[in-house]
């Protein structure tokens, strides 16, 4: 009978005589049923096939007191697995198959109707069982074939439905008795008991079949290459930037060690991709070549070494002075080389599984093997962070243990270092057990828990899951290593910016470099996957540092700074320094009295200091006086800059590391309500949800998430602030402009490739949204943060902001952010209902995100 199914052969009334004295199929004559399927291809990657079966039972049937029962009872179970499986086995495990809800069970006159929706992804090759459908994902043409359950052989099918959507209907056996929308086959019966055997053959389009293959070797080598040159990429721009940065000219000791140290990590970077590139690929093709029982034990043997090879690098390159951290390290990485080493010895082969050791010391030395090699690849990458956070000024020295004495960087130690690393291998393990129970427990419903086989395959889905874990946690661990790179750029520019002799304190060409390479890698988004190959993913790295550059060239000369003294055509960046702050900031104070002044005389609340309005103006033409400091001569500012405009083109710091530092924390800050929304737009609504809670590493992504919109939010303040005094602009929200159409500019070219392949925008308009709305409040907080020095005057930060804006620019600030807010909120509400990826399969992979 399984030889059947997997041929799809259609059940006959003689064939469910076998069924009789299981399910009493006899019963079920009298009753009557439907079937529909719909393939939901609109702005989706994957086809999503929706599939309702609706049975009405009749009250005679022997089983159909137990569709009333709990779904948790023998009784229920074993009723839906004859209306939903038939066979005469008990035990199922559909992996494709997902139901949005419980089915809904109604008592009638005549008995009971069950009505079950189910749903399932087009995101593989093979055959696909979802409700009564086996649908057939191939090369150029899909097919799906109507196989309902034996015991409904003797039901009346009153209609069948499918509805290709954009696909388009090659072959349809039998004839169909009628249409339903534009391309909707209806097949309708008003007698007779035959099951119809529906078969549908269709053609779908190129997008849609090139998003189910992305299993096949031709799709997913150049997926694998793609994403792989996205990490070559920053490798080598690390690599190139250490190497010109030399050649510029004498470096201090710091910028020295930190150079070096930027040049190692971008060929450490070279060789995790290089590591990674091919193993998916290596997976997939060296599955073709052995048994899929001996495949499994050597993918979890390849993966162990894997992670223990790449933790004791990350080790090496972090360096740890305290010898009880190598020590750990040795000792995690013991169990995982034995295993790998000698696998039949611990019963993860398939000629020795049953024999010497029992299924369950094998999976609990897999679960050992896996947990420490997991462990160690986490603390060697705690190392390698540890070094790079302490470069980059993240991580603070300590003081001296003597009085007075230099301060002293901090060690990493293994009495923190252990338990945090174990409590989250911990931690993601308790998450990973979650996982697989809840998806074993949605795949097996229908299986009958109270036999001894239940047990055992419970036992090897289990094993499989530490399997996948073991080779698959390389992977998940990669996709998040581009902070690391972060952090090694951020420390050559504050090294840079320690020697810095700029009197402006603005970035110099060096600086700008490596601020190009920190844009792709830790601001702008990984995008470029279209149709669920990520061939030109690597591009955007690219098209990122491209956007930046654009934005930089396009304002370079039109900001405050850059323009000249109307005597002397001095630079005012060379006029205005940290010497001037406190004079500049006394008269921009000054300044907007005069003009609180002169606005209540416009409004006429003090007539009788009218005349005093020429002496008001005299004050404001002195206080537009300068003088050039490299000459002494008296000057004056440009014609269209008042001294409040230069004292906000100058920031709240003198050198432009400081703006950066301060950016970056407003913007951390700020940013923390558009983190919770992306991450509930990412991971917890809809179909993202069901991703989360099915996915190995779905509930450890949530917090990724959050940090990598923390750290998104802070990079693109700390460009802003770096950048302030080159960016076109008097005020911080039209600065912000700038690095808001650098981040905006990649989005809108990959929403045209989406346009192109059908596929949703999902949030991407909602991304460029968050981000302009982030940096107009973080460019308002730079803008107030100033002229921090009077706040004691005044009775909170706005009227603050009310003086420093004046009214007429605060009223148009206002409107602008009130207009950013709205524009949010559409957005949002918009793509509420946005389709998500797919829900993960067996194998624990999902569709695609983000960054």
């Given at each position: 009978m399984l030889v059947a199914v997997l041929l799809g052969v259609f059940a006959v009334p003689e064939q469910a005589h076998a069924m009789d004295d299981v399910c009493s199929s006899a019963g079920l004559a009298g009753g009557w049923a439907s079937a529909s399927v719909r393939l939901d291809d609109h702005n989706r990657t994957q086809t999503k096939i929706v599939s309702r079966?609706?049975?009405?039972?009749?009250?005679?049937?022997?089983?159909?007191?137990?569709?009333?029962?709990?779904?948790?009872?023998?009784?229920?179970?074993?009723?839906?697995?004859?209306?939903?499986?038939?066979?005469?086995?008990?035990q199922f495990q559909w992996w494709d198959e997902w139901r949005p809800r419980s089915p809904e069970i109604t008592t009638e006159k005549s008995g009971v109707k069950v009505q079950v929706d189910t749903y399932a992804w087009a995101d593989n090759e093979g055959m696909t069982y979802v409700g009564p459908w086996d649908v057939v994902v191939g090369h150029d043409y899909w097919r799906i074939r109507l196989h309902p359950a034996e015991a409904l052989a003797k039901v009346t099918w009153s209609s069948v439905v499918v509805d290709p959507g954009s696909a388009s209907a090659v072959s349809a056996e039998p004839r169909p008795t009628s249409g339903k929308g534009d391309a909707g086959l209806v097949w309708q019966r008003k007698s007779g008991r035959t099951v119809p055997v529906v078969d549908v053959r269709l053609d779908p389009g190129w997008q849609r079949s090139w998003g189910a293959q992305a299993d096949r070797l031709r799709f997913l080598v150049p997926s694998s290459v793609g994403w792989a040159l996205w990490g070559w990429s920053i490798g080598a721009a690390l690599i190139y930037s250490a190497y010109r940065a030399r050649r510029t000219g004498p470096l201090s000791p710091a910028q020295e060690e930190t150079i070096t140290m930027a040049g190692q990590w971008g060929w450490i970077t070279l060789l995790i991709s290089l590591v990674l590139a091919g193993h998916n690929a290596f997976y997939a093709a060296m599955g073709r070549y052995f048994p899929a029982d001996d495949w499994g034990n050597r993918e979890a043997h390849h993966g162990l070494v894997g992670s223990i090879a790449l933790g004791l690098v990350l080790l090496a390159f972090g360096f740890p002075r305290r010898w009880t951290?190598?020590?750990?390290?040795?000792?995690?990485?013991?169990?995982?080389?034995?295993?790998?080493?000698?696998?039949?010895?611990?019963?993860?082969?398939?000629?020795?599984?049953?024999?010497?050791?029992?299924?369950?010391?094998?999976?609990?030395?897999?679960?050992?093997?896996?947990?420490?090699?997991?462990?160690?690849l986490l603390m060697g990458s705690v190392a390698s962070g540890w070094r790079l956070a302490r470069s980059a000024g993240v991580i603070r020295p300590r003081r001296a243990a003597t009085p007075g004495g230099p301060l002293e960087p901090r060690e990493l130690r293994l009495r923190h270092t252990g338990p945090a690393v174990v409590l989250a291998v911990i931690a993601i393990g308790l998450c990973l057990a979650n996982t697989r129970e809840r998806d074993w427990q949605r795949a097996s419903w229908l299986s009958a828990r109270e036999e001894g086989q239940y047990g055992t395959d419970h036992l090897q889905a289990l094993r499989d899951e530490l399997t996948w874990f073991s080779v698959n946690s390389v992977d998940w661990w990669a996709v998040n290593h581009w902070l690391l790179a972060g952090l090694a750029i951020l420390a050559v520019l504050r090294a840079s910016a320690s020697g810095s002799a700029s009197p402006a304190g603005s970035p110099g060409p060096g600086d700008e470099r490596w601020m190009l390479v920190f844009f792709p890698v830790m601001v702008g988004m990984g995008l470029g996957w279209f149709v669920g190959n990520g061939v030109l993913s690597w591009l955007w790295f690219f098209v990122n540092l491209a956007a930046l550059g654009l934005v930089l060239r396009f304002g370079r000369g039109r900001s405050v700074l850059d323009k000249h003294l109307q005597k002397q055509g001095a630079p005012l960046a060379e006029a205005i320094g940290p010497a001037q702050r406190h004079e500049l900031l006394d008269r921009a104070r000054r300044y907007r009295e005069i003009h609180a002044k002169l606005r209540r005389l416009d409004q006429g609340q003090a007539d009788d200091e009218a005349l005093n309005r020429r002496a008001y103006e005299r004050e404001l033409r002195r206080l537009h006086n300068w003088r050039d400091p490299s000459s002494g001569t008296p000057d004056k500012l440009p014609v269209d800059v008042s001294v409040v405009d230069a004292a906000l083109a100058l920031g709240p710091y003198d050198t432009w590391w400081g703006n950066g530092g301060r950016a970056a924390r407003l913007g951390a800050l700020i940013g923390i309500p558009a983190t919770v929304l992306m991450v509930w737009a990412e991971q917890l609504r809809g179909d993202s949800l069901t991703s989360t809670l099915y996915y190995g590493f779905g509930m450890p992504n949530v917090p990724l998430d959050v940090l990598y919109w923390e750290v998104t939010w802070a990079g693109a303040a700390f460009l802003l602030g770096a950048l302030w005094r080159r960016l076109p602009g008097r005020r911080g929200p039209v600065r912000s402009l700038s690095v808001a159409a650098a981040f905006a500019l990649p989005i809108g070219i990959d929403s045209v490739g989406n346009w192109f392949t059908g596929e949703a925008q999902t949030n991407l308009a909602l991304y460029a949204a968050a981000m302009l709305l982030v940096l107009t409040l973080t460019g308002i907080a730079i803008d107030l943060d100033t002229f921090r020095g009077e706040r004691r005057y005044w009775q909170s930060r706005l009227g603050l902001l009310l003086s420093v804006y004046q009214m007429r620019y605060f009223s148009l600030q206002m409107a602008y952010l009130l207009a950013q807010l709205v524009a949010v909120f559409t957005l949002w509400q918009f793509f509420t209902d946005a389709g998500g990826p797919p829900e993960p399969g067996a194998g624990g992979e999902t569709g695609t995100t983000g960054s």
């Open positions: 079966q609706v049975v009405h039972v009749p009250a005679k049937w022997k089983y159909a007191t137990g569709l009333l029962l709990g779904e948790d009872s023998k009784g229920y179970r074993r009723a839906m697995r004859c209306l939903m499986r038939g066979s005469a086995y008990s951290i190598w020590c750990a390290a040795a000792v995690l990485a013991l169990p995982g080389l034995a295993v790998a080493y000698a696998p039949e010895r611990w019963g993860l082969s398939a000629q020795t599984f049953f024999d010497e050791y029992s299924p369950d010391k094998a999976v609990l030395a897999l679960f050992t093997a896996a947990g420490c090699a997991f462990a160690l």
